[in-house]
C-alpha cells in the first residue's frame, strides 16, 4: 500500500516524544491525518481531551471506531473532507500528500503542528531564501508558521520499513506575519517559484502583471531573484500587487 503511504510508526519512544513535542493537555482537540492502525492515535487520546483521527482506508477507519472514548474517527481523504475545529495537529503523515495538506494546514488556525515528512520534504519546509531547498513552500510555510525540525527518524522505526528517511517537524504559528489573501499568496508563490531564476521584474512580467502595476517598486526588491524572495517581502508584494 505504498501509494496511499502506509507504513505504521512502531517504536514506541518515538510514539511518545511526538506527543511530548506537541506539549498535549486535556484541554486540545487533536486532528490527526492518516491514523491507520492507531498507533499514534492511541497515544493521542491519553494526553489530549479529544482526538480526530482522519483516515481514508475504509477497512483501518472501521478497525478504529469504537477503539477510544474521546477518538472520533473521520472516514475519508483529508484533503476533501470538513474538517473539524480543533487547536493542534499531530500526525504521521501519508507522504504523498505533504504539499497539498501542508497548504490546507497552513491555511487554517491552530496554535501547534507536530508533523512527521519525508525527510527532504522536511528541510525544504525550513529552508532558508537564496538556498537550494526555498521554494514555494517554504516560502509559503515561512509565512504562516515558524518550522523547525526536532528530530530525523531513523527507516527501522515503521513497518513496514519505508524506502526514505523521516523527519519531525513543529510549526508554530506567526503571530507578527502581515495578514493576506492566503490564495493570492499561494499564486504569488507559485508564480514566483515557476520563475525562479528571474530577477523579481521579469519574473512579475512573465506572470502575467503590468509594468505599470510593479512600476513603483523599490528598485532595490526589483532587483531580487525570486528565489531570493523572503516570505515577509512576498506576503507585502501579493497585498501590494492584488490590492491594485
Ligand atoms: N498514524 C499511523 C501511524 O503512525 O502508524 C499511520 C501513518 S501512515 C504513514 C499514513 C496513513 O494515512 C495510512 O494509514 C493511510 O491509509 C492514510 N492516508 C493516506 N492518504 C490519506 C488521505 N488522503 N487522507 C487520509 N488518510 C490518508
Redesign the pocket.
Known sequence: ?RR???????DRDV?SRIADYAELNPGDSVL??????????EVLSRRAGRVYA????GG?AAGLKGRFANVKVID????KVELPDYNKVV???????SSK?TYRLLSKPFDLAVL?YQKEFAKKLIAAPGTEDYGRLSMVTGHYARAEILEYVSRTA?RPNPRVGSAIVRLRPRSDRLSVNHESFMRLAAGLFSHRRKKLGPALEAMGVSREEFAELDGFILDHRAEEIDSEMAAWLSEKLYSI
Open positions: 500500500m496511499i503511504g502506509q507504513n505504521f510508526l512502531v510514539l490527526e491525518i492518516g491514523a491507520g492502525t492507531g498507533n499514534l492515535t482522519v483516515e481514508v482506508d483501518l475519508g481523504d483529508a484533503l500526525s504521521n503523515l501519508p507522504y504523498q500528500i495538506i512527521m515503521f
